[in-house]
């Protein structure tokens, strides 16, 4: 047998001794260690790095129904995490956490927004408005109200997004006919299907004038 890692003649049963594989793999890594390693090792440290950035913690200022709210989160927090988990305003709901059900629907300067998809770091300075900052005090919003008249809402899980939609509709102009506010509310689910309790509801309101 061989020292080395030599290929045994042809026709021969003859296999390398464990010697020779030894010798030869640690030349072959050796090699393939040289060849690699600085690419590899830089990609390393770089996702070691952003790790760390992400992984962070900083403070976070939004302000959220007319009031300045301070929290440490970490960048990647959606918003609707940051309501819910750090903020305590548990009526924005977490339903598929994908933008495809509208159960966690905000107003972001006046503008509907799934706040599953976006991130709070990034609406720091807006007007951040809430289900809970619908009502005045013990007064309701002529939405919720028309929503109770109507029964708008039956286990009532998708009824702040439907809110928070509702209203803006209203104020965009959308709610003039039934066909547009289902149009304009379609991004909105409701599992029991209230639909047509919820339509009458948002024309109350627009018919009733208001624009709040």
């Given at each position: 047998m061989t020292d080395d890692f030599t290929p045994a003649p042809s026709g021969s049963d003859e296999?390398?001794?464990?010697?020779?594989?030894?010798?030869?793999?640690?030349?072959?890594?050796?090699?393939?260690?040289?060849?690699?390693?600085?690419?590899?090792?830089?990609?390393?440290?770089?996702?070691?790095?952003?790790?760390?950035?992400?992984?962070?913690?900083?403070?976070?200022?939004?302000?959220?129904?007319?009031?300045?709210r301070s929290f440490k989160a970490e960048p990647r927090v959606s918003l609707l995490d940051a309501l819910r988990e750090k903020l305590d305003l548990t009526g924005s709901k977490k339903g598929c956490d994908h933008g495809q059900c509208g159960a966690c629907t905000v107003l972001v300067d006046g503008k509907r927004v799934n706040s599953c998809l976006t991130l709070a770091v990034m609406n720091q300075g807006k007007e951040i408005t809430t289900v809970e900052g619908l009502a005045k005090g013990e007064d309701l919003h002529p939405l919720q109200q028309a929503f109770l008249d109507h029964d708008g809402f039956q286990?009532?899980?998708?009824?702040?997004?439907?809110?928070?939609?509702?209203?803006?509709?209203?104020?965009?102009?959308?709610?003039?006919?039934?066909?547009?506010?289902?149009?304009?509310?379609?991004?909105?689910?409701?599992?029991?299907?209230?639909?047509p309790n919820i339509v009458a509801a948002i024309r109350e309101v627009e018919k009733s004038g208001f624009k709040g």
């Open positions: 296999l390398p001794s464990d010697d020779g594989r030894r010798t030869f793999m640690k030349q072959a890594s050796g090699l393939l260690g040289l060849a690699l390693a600085p690419p590899l090792v830089g990609q390393a440290e770089r996702l070691t790095a952003m790790a760390k950035k992400v992984e962070g913690v900083s403070e976070m200022r939004l302000k959220v129904n007319g009031t300045v286990c009532g899980y998708c009824t702040p997004g439907q809110l928070m939609s509702g209203v803006a509709c209203i104020k965009e102009g959308h709610a003039k006919t039934d066909g547009d506010v289902r149009e304009w509310m379609s991004g909105n689910l409701c599992r029991c299907g209230a639909y």
